[in-house]
């Protein structure tokens, strides 16, 4: 390819031709390493070598997600005691713990716990209750306290969070000192296998579902299709009026 060269000399307007190339001259595709991606000098981490923190969930320990109105509670957890202690609960939820008692908390396979959060009172007025022991670690009377109940026999709920020094599997011991406390315990937990376990929904409950009358119009049906072709009005569900346009 050929371009024309305009420019001025003493005596006249010249054009000259010249070749491509001396204007623009061929081009070579350059050689790039990767440091010429890097941003500020800093080189990124190789996406295979970054590290997929495992996902941390919650479990509680509670009267209410007691399995069997015993020691046994959701998604595979237990609580054994070497006194053998029999299983009771106090107000809040909360599951009654003795003074001085190891207790057990025996985790499913391939779960640790991190750490824990205890939310309870202590259940007299002579002592306060303590966190004594949270597996190998012990704590002194001032660390984790429940203070004791009043004069009146009223009870304080009080939380603490307690990080474990190292995450622990299998079994998970615990001791309560001072005197007995009413607990919930919710443990802090990961998967050791990379596969967190699927959470099983909670059953849906099914309804009643009465005119304003009191009359029942359906009789255990669920929440979400109560009203499906029932005619506009005010219905009571679970005690409540409800008002429902069917448009």
Same mark, same amino acid.
């Given at each position: ?19 491509? #190339?001396?204007? %623009? ?8 390493? @990767?440091?010429?991606? /890097?941003?500020? !000098?800093? &080189? ?25 109105? #015993?020691?046994? %509670? ?8 070497? @006194?053998?202690?029999? /299983?009771?609960? !106090?107000? &809040? ?155």
């Amino acid at each position: 390819m050929r371009y024309i060269s305009t420019h001025i000399t003493k005596d006249c307007l010249a054009e000259t031709e010249v070749e491509s #190339n001396e204007f %623009f001259p061929e081009f070579v595709q350059p050689e790039y390493t @990767s440091d010429d991606y /890097y941003v500020d !000098g800093e &080189e990124p981490e190789d996406p295979e070598e970054e590290e997929n923190p495992a996902i941390t969930t919650s479990v509680v320990l509670a009267a209410s997600t007691s399995t069997d109105g #015993n020691w046994g %509670f959701a998604k595979g957890y237990s609580i054994s005691n070497s @006194s053998n202690k029999g /299983y009771s609960v !106090g107000k &809040e939820d909360g599951v009654k713990y003795s003074r001085n008692v190891e207790y057990t908390i025996n985790l499913p396979k391939g779960i640790e716990v991190t750490a824990m959060d205890f939310t309870g009172y202590c259940n007299y007025d002579d002592a306060d209750g303590y966190i004594a022991q949270l597996g190998s670690t012990t704590y002194s009377s001032a660390d984790y306290v429940f203070p004791r109940k009043d004069s009146e026999g009223n009870y304080k709920v009080v939380s603490h969070s307690v990080t474990l020094p190292a995450p622990i599997q299998g079994t998970l011991p615990i001791k309560f000192s001072g005197q007995q406390v009413v607990m919930v315990i919710t443990l802090w937990t990961r998967s050791t296998t990379g596969i967190e376990t699927i959470v099983q929904m909670p059953a849906i409950t099914p309804v009643n579902i009465y005119s304003i009358t009191g009359q029942l119009v359906r009789k255990q049906v669920h929440p979400g299709e109560a009203f499906l072709g029932l005619p506009a009005g005010i219905y009571i569900i679970d005690g409540k009026k409800v008002f429902w346009n069917n448009y």
